[in-house]
């Protein structure tokens, strides 16, 4: 059995994944086949954070379930997601990155058919919130195994492949889950997932290696205050819609835990000996801005496919087909870029400078996207969508890059938990920021309208005339009502974009708070390569 425990204080630090000149640290018969399983193993968890939201409506129907009770399908998945990724890189240390990883594509994928299976609501969230627990471990630990198993010459390459299915994965989710659920059924979403998953267990299993297990105490009471923050900020964001946000006495508890739990989590992670995350983590100037980054990316990227979806096909009456038709330019865009941004960083390319490019090209596109009215054609929004790809495949993969060149091999799995996770939040965070705006500015919206909407204007008679006309009349007036409540609808979805934008370009200072990294030159300190035979399986 490879890497015997060894006292947490030595194992940790840089000698304890020691490589020699352009060694990956876990070297692999068959990289790029191992890279195929793990990338499919991604690519289901990322696929299922969005997939199921198409089929809320059918499931609704077939379980028996109350709008209130349908909407814990997603809470339950997003509340299990933000618990146990951050325990990812304990667990990798205790049982072993291999076995985690197995477990927990395994896992998703036995959750995934017990959810296609549910007969009940109950049912319903309960392996929803198996699935997200089980699940959690995989971005974390294919983002590292992506690393760790190619040489340093060769890892932004990696990274370029590994951000392709993080970025399509959302974009892609919704067109695949309203196909499906139109086709099939609403359970499909969910069984989709068996074929994928076993396709990539019969590749990970003979070729995914292990770190070595080292002692590590686990940090209880950080756990118990992190678990605490996060499960009350996600349910903050995930039910304030629902709950009327603090009108309501729910959302203020959610708050005081939320707070009072961060505040508790930040003296405790500072002040003990024994953190759950390295602490040394946090000194990296790098490592922290691509965290402030990733949260950004959730936001502009998650929030903006929250939207679009509803928006095309309830104001400009697009179908399931059409609107993933106008949304994959997006993912072009993101797949092009990724890899220029891989091939420019290979060349020692500035990383920064390419972040801060693509935080721009996103902030034009979402000004382009300011700009939109009810007469927006086709065209425009493919290239809208497809310019925001492109500025997103230039900040992910240097982003990313950047983050782990600068942190020890063995520090890797805790960083990957925390940028995933990072993201996860900044998601939840975009998307009630915008669904609240948008109810709210909505109603401001028709307000303004419907007030200058007179018999002046309307080059008509006077409404209270229309009553001689019984049926005719009020049939008019709600034509011209709905009429509003679209164009009401439309600059409230404006204003979303509009606020993206200046969030986007507010962020692009942080990449100034990075150190410049040449990852062409990067490579890990002199050493021997991990032997075969002390790699675990």
């Known amino acids: 059995m490879a890497g015997q425990a060894r006292p947490a204080s030595t194992a940790r630090g840089p000698a304890a994944l020691t490589v020699q000149e352009d060694v990956a640290v876990l070297p692999v018969e068959s990289p790029y086949l191992l890279a195929v399983g793990v990338m499919l193993a991604s690519l289901v968890q990322i696929l299922d ?62 959750s995934s058919m017990l959810c296609g299976m549910a007969q009940n609501i109950t049912e319903m969230v309960i392996f929803r919130a198996l699935q997200g627990a089980t699940g959690a471990f995989i971005a974390p630990l294919s983002q590292a195994a992506m690393i760790d198993t190619n040489k340093p010459s060769r890892q932004a390459q990696m990274m370029a492949v590994w951000g392709m299915g993080i970025m399509i994965g959302p974009i892609m989710g919704p067109i695949l889950g309203g196909w499906l659920t139109e086709n099939w059924n609403w359970r499909s979403v969910f069984y989709v997932n068996v074929p994928v998953g076993i396709i990539s267990l019969a590749i990970l299993i003979p070729q995914l290696p292990s770190r070595p297990i080292v002692k590590r105490r686990f940090d209880v009471t950080g756990f118990a205050l992190l678990a605490t923050t996060l499960t009350a900020i996600q349910l903050l964001l995930d039910r304030g819609n629902h709950i009327d946000w603090f009108a309501s006495g729910e959302a203020w508890i959610y708050a005081f835990l939320g707070l009072s739990g ?34 950004v990316i959730g936001v502009v990227m ?129 998307i009630s920021i915008v669904t609240a705006m948008l109810a709210r500015n909505l109603q401001v919206s028709h307000s303004d309208l419907a007030s200058h909407i007179t018999p002046s204007f309307m080059q008509m008679v006077d409404f209270s005339t229309l009553d001689r006309f019984q049926d005719a009349g009020e049939t008019a007036l709600r034509l011209v009502d709905a009429e509003i409540n679209r164009q009401a609808a439309m600059v409230a979805y404006i204003d979303n974009f509009y606020m993206m934008m200046w969030m986007t370009i507010f962020t692009i200072p942080l990449v100034a708070l990075m150190r410049r990294t040449n990852l062409r030159q990067q490579r890990p300190a002199a050493g021997k390569p991990m032997p075969a035979a002390d790699i675990p399986h």
Do not use: C
């Not at 992670?269 to 949260?295: E, H, K």
């Not at 939207?307 to 609107?323: A, C, E, K, S, W």
């Not at 497809?386 to 500025?391: E, H, L, S």
């Open 49 to 110: 954070s969005t997939i199921a939201n198409v089929a809320i409506p059918h499931m609704q129907a077939t379980l028996g379930a109350t709008p209130d009770e349908i909407s814990w399908v997603l809470t339950s998945y997003i509340i299990a997601v933000a618990i146990t990724m951050p325990i990812t890189g304990w667990l990798a240390d205790k049982v072993g990155s291999r076995r985690l990883f197995l477990f927990s594509v395994v896992g998703f994928v036995l």
């Open 262 to 295: 961060a505040w508790m989590t930040l003296i405790h992670m500072t002040t003990t000996s024994n953190p759950l995350f390295n602490r040394s983590l946090f000194s990296d100037p790098n490592f922290v801005s691509s965290i402030a980054l990733s949260v």
């Open 302 to 430: 998650f929030a903006t496919m929250a939207l679009l979806p509803p928006m095309l096909q309830r104001l400009f009456g697009y179908g399931v087909i059409d609107t993933g038709e106008a949304l994959m330019p997006r993912g072009i865009g993101t797949l092009i870029t990724m890899q220029l941004s891989g091939w420019l960083v290979r060349r020692g390319f500035d990383p920064r400078i390419l972040i801060a490019i693509g935080f721009t090209i996103a902030a034009v596109s979402l000004w382009e996207m300011s700009l939109w009215s009810l007469q927006t054609d086709y065209s425009h929004i493919a290239w809208s969508g497809f310019i925001q790809g492109v500025g997103m495949g230039l900040v992910f993969m240097p982003m990313n890059a950047s983050a782990f060149a600068t942190i020890t091999p063995a520090l890797r799995t805790d960083g990957s938990s925390l940028l995933n996770l990072s993201r996860s939040i900044g998601s939840s965070i975009g």
